[in-house]
């Protein structure tokens, strides 16, 4: 089964934002231990508005074709073996709020790769897509963002293929690193940016005082982003909205009630 794509991923073509579809509108396979099908699981239902549902076994799944992540039951253990992709997490975990953005902006960035490679290979392509997670990576692995970069910029040193493999790989493991709060405090400055010369004096300091509270820790980064997003919808921008840093994943998943209803181990 091959992911594919029901609009624009991000808001590519669209004139603003909307948090309800501008994350990548898939149907890409999510794999879940049989025993949390038959469960009645409460955030099930928000899951299959964005994917196809499948019963898989604890073990490895790697042979499913369009698998973007595996959600174990709670007397599971995660496959860690390499060569894994696409993210895993125990039932109980994503109740915690860190876990859950973790494992939903892998899966759809995952989900967002499958679904370029089924609409065809290029070099175009593959750097569109490299530029459009420009900072979901600078806010994940700034690192890891320039090595990515380096290895797209280099076409003569690796055949397209080669490259192909070892780019999901390092945008898998960049993507899998705990955000740094500098880290995406820095990506916020960067994005914020293009509204510079858009907001009035009001809104400038209504974002300044958030982004405040958040250097602060006293918001979660849902606030700056959110605060961004409208911005965005009321003033657009042709780069931001291709980018997937805004909204890497449809807020309502993060927002979905229901996430402890199995404690963690």
């Not at 390499?82 to 709020?97: D, K, N, R, T």
């Not at 994940?140 to 397209?160: C, F, M």
């Not at 974002?207 to 997003?229: C, I, M, S, V």
Request: proline share 8%; glycine share 8%; hydrophobic share 40%.
């Amino acid at each position: 089964m091959k992911a594919s794509r029901a609009s624009p991923p991000h808001g590519q073509g669209n004139d603003s934002i909307n948090p309800s579809d501008a994350a990548i509108l898939t149907k890409a396979v999510l794999g879940l231990d049989g025993e949390l099908l038959c469960s009645g699981w409460p955030p099930q239902a928000a899951l299959e508005r964005h994917f196809h549902l499948l019963a898989l076994p604890p073990g490895d799944a790697n042979g499913v074709a369009g698998l973007c992540g595996h959600i174990h039951g709670p007397a599971a253990t995660v496959d860690t073996r390499a060569g894994s992709l696409y993210p895993q997490a125990v039932i109980g975990h994503l109740a915690l709020a860190p876990c859950r953005d973790s494992f939903f902006t892998r899966a759809f960035a995952l989900a967002d790769w499958q679904a370029m490679l089924a609409d065809g290979l290029g070099e175009r392509t593959l750097t569109d897509f490299h530029a459009r997670y420009k900072y979901l990576l600078l806010a994940y692995d700034p690192q890891g963002y320039k090595s990515l970069g380096q290895l797209l910029g280099r076409p003569a040193e690796r055949p397209l293929e080669q490259r192909r493999k070892r780019y999901i790989q390092g945008l898998m493991a960049s993507l899998g690193k705990p955000p740094e709060h500098g880290r995406q405090l820095n990506a916020l400055l960067h994005v914020a940016g293009y509204l510079k010369h858009r907001l009035s004096v009001e809104e400038q300091r209504s974002w300044q005082a958030l982004l405040e509270d958040y250097r602060l820790r006293k918001r979660p980064l849902a606030a700056p982003l959110e605060l961004l997003r409208a911005y965005f919808q009321r003033y657009p921008d042709s780069y931001i909205q291709r980018q997937a840093y805004l909204c890497p994943y449809p807020p309502v998943l993060a927002e979905t009630t229901g996430w402890d209803h199995f404690p963690c181990n």
